[in-house]
Structure formats: structure tokens, C-alpha cells
């Protein structure tokens, strides 16, 4: 079983909706990582979080430290949020990733 | 501020070849990851660097591959002899030690296809 599990893999949706991911731990952390990667692109970080939420424009982000799962969730989704979204847990200074969810938004 | 560089983008070699990445962290993080992602996967840590010290390596197939940081700034990771199942995306990160979260800055990745 991987320590850290996203849900789901894939994901296709309709422009304006609202979108959640996933995501379970079994280890540990100190933080947890929201990443962003574009097609051919590298890998951008969307937050940082230990406890609670963060809000960044449509993007929230909370995390259950007792039940070792978050959640991403994206309000208003639009085409160009279509990207492989990656939960990251940093554990003893080492970031160990999920497999990543392929969001597909379409106009 | 310039973020990390890595170079070339994409690489196609033929099997049994040697091949080199380049990857030039952010200025002043002392703290260097090299990463490979297979597709449809999430980055597997391969090693990690503080300054020119491999601190983690564990992950890092030694009979083939090697890495270098020798003045704990730019670092190349090296692939001899390349293999078919050696075909990935290498990515480099860099952060600074001592943050209060371990925040990773990731380059482009290298694009590696191995014939």
C-alpha cells in the first residue's frame, strides 16, 4: 500500500464546477503539499499546510491532521485548471508523493 | 529571481548509452533533490543533497547511476549504461534548509527516452 493515496486518479468535469481531490496518508508528517503540473511543464506548488485551510483565489485546500486526509477542492473550474494535481507528505525532510490526478475540465 | 534550471529539456538516446542531466538550483538553497516521475506517477525521490553532501541516496540505483554536487550548488546526474525502462521525466528541486517547512522548488524536468 503506498503511504500516501490520492482519489480519484482521473477526473473529467464541465466548466463551473465544483471540483474536490482526494487525498490519505498513513505516515507521520509535518506538512502536507499541494502540487500543480502542466503537461510538459514542471511542477508548481499550490500550498503548504499543517493544520486547517488555506484559501488561494478558487483553490482551497484543508487538512484532517487526526484523520491523515485532505482535500483540494477548486470553485468556478475553468479549462485552464485542467493539470495532474499531486498531494505531497513531508516526512523527516523527504517529500513522498502520490500518484497525482489528472483534472480535465471542459468548456 | 531565476528558478531552477535544468537542461537539456528532452534527451532521446539509444540503449547501453551514457547520458548527463544539468540542474541549477535557486541561489542560496543549500538543499538539492533529484526526483525521477514515471508516467502517470508522482516523482520518486532518487537522491538528496545538502550542500555537496549526499544525505539520501537510497533510492539511487547505484550500478548505473551516479550524481555530483561537488561545490554544493549545480548538480549532474549521470545514467551509464542507459537502460529501456530508464525512460522518464528527471526532475530537480531545490529548497533552503532551516525553512520551517521543507517547500520544494521544482524545475521543468528533463524529457528522457531511451530507444
Known amino acids: 500500500k503506498n503511504e500516501v493515496e490520492q482519489s480519484p486518479q482521473n477526473l473529467t468535469a464541465q466548466e463551473g464546477e465544483f471540483i474536490t481531490i482526494n487525498c490519505s496518508y498513513s505516515?507521520?508528517?509535518?506538512?502536507l503539499h499541494w502540487l500543480q503540473q502542466h503537461p510538459g511543464g514542471g511542477i508548481v506548488s499550490l500550498f503548504m499546510?499543517?493544520?486547517g485551510k488555506k484559501k488561494h483565489g478558487r483553490l482551497i485546500a484543508t487538512i484532517n491532521i487526526q484523520e491523515k486526509h485532505s482535500s483540494l477542492h477548486i470553485t468556478a473550474s475553468h479549462p485552464r485548471d485542467s493539470a495532474v494535481y499531486i498531494c505531497?507528505?513531508?516526512?523527516?525532510?523527504?517529500?513522498?508523493f502520490g500518484q497525482g490526478t489528472r483534472l480535465t475540465i471542459n468548456p | 529571481e531565476a528558478g531552477v534550471v535544468q537542461s537539456p529539456r528532452y534527451k532521446i538516446i539509444e540503449k547501453k548509452q551514457p547520458v548527463a542531466f544539468w540542474c541549477n538550483p535557486i541561489?542560496?538553497?543549500?538543499?538539492l533533490y533529484w526526483y525521477l516521475q514515471n508516467l502517470g506517477q508522482g516523482p520518486e525521490l532518487l537522491i538528496r543533497?545538502?550542500?555537496?553532501?549526499?544525505?539520501?541516496d537510497s533510492q539511487l540505483p547505484k550500478d548505473r547511476f551516479s550524481a555530483e554536487r561537488l561545490k554544493g550548488v549545480d548538480s549532474t546526474l549521470k545514467i551509464q549504461p542507459a537502460e529501456l525502462g530508464d525512460s522518464a521525466v528527471y526532475l530537480c528541486?531545490?529548497?533552503?534548509?532551516?525553512?520551517?517547512?521543507?517547500?520544494?522548488?521544482f524545475g521543468p524536468g528533463t524529457r528522457l527516452t531511451v530507444l
Open positions: 505516515v507521520g508528517i509535518s506538512a
Open positions: 499546510l499543517s493544520s
Open positions: 505531497a507528505v513531508d516526512e523527516a525532510q523527504k517529500l513522498v
Open positions: 528541486a531545490s529548497s533552503l534548509r532551516g525553512s520551517s517547512y521543507n517547500e520544494q522548488f
Open positions: 541561489s542560496g538553497h543549500n538543499t
Open positions: 543533497y545538502e550542500n555537496e553532501e549526499a544525505v539520501d
